[in-house]
């Protein structure tokens, strides 16, 4: 029951696109990740994803429409819905999703990580 300090977790690491597991709450994993460029296209069947800004920027892109995302704010993506986090300059970013849940969804490939417990 620790308190978990942000700066210095996201302190721990610097590469993107590698998610860290911070804590676990309700069968669900709170990550942070550092992005920047484009994620590959993807969706969860079974699970929705939030995603937090902490730091910077993001565009979160859908078939149909973009959404920017700002410092601040989150946007929930529903299990189903293709998506893809596109970040102009460096972003930090907070998630919450179900424990099963993989970074690439369905699609899967080379950016398929599982994430790392910090």
Known sequence: MD???????????????????????????????????????????????????????????????????EKGELVVVPCGVEHRPVAEEHCQILLFEPKSTVNTGETGGQRTVDAIKL
Request: proline share 1%.
């Open 3 to 69: 308190k978990i300090n942000l700066v210095e977790k996201f302190a721990c690491f610097s590469d993107t696109w590698s998610p860290r597991i911070i804590a676990e709450l309700n069968g669900q994993h709170v990550k942070i990740v550092r992005i920047e460029g484009a994620f590959v296209w993807h969706s969860h069947e079974h699970e929705d994803e939030l995603f937090l800004v902490v730091e910077g920027r993001f565009c979160m892109e859908y078939r149909d429409r973009k959404q920017w995302v």
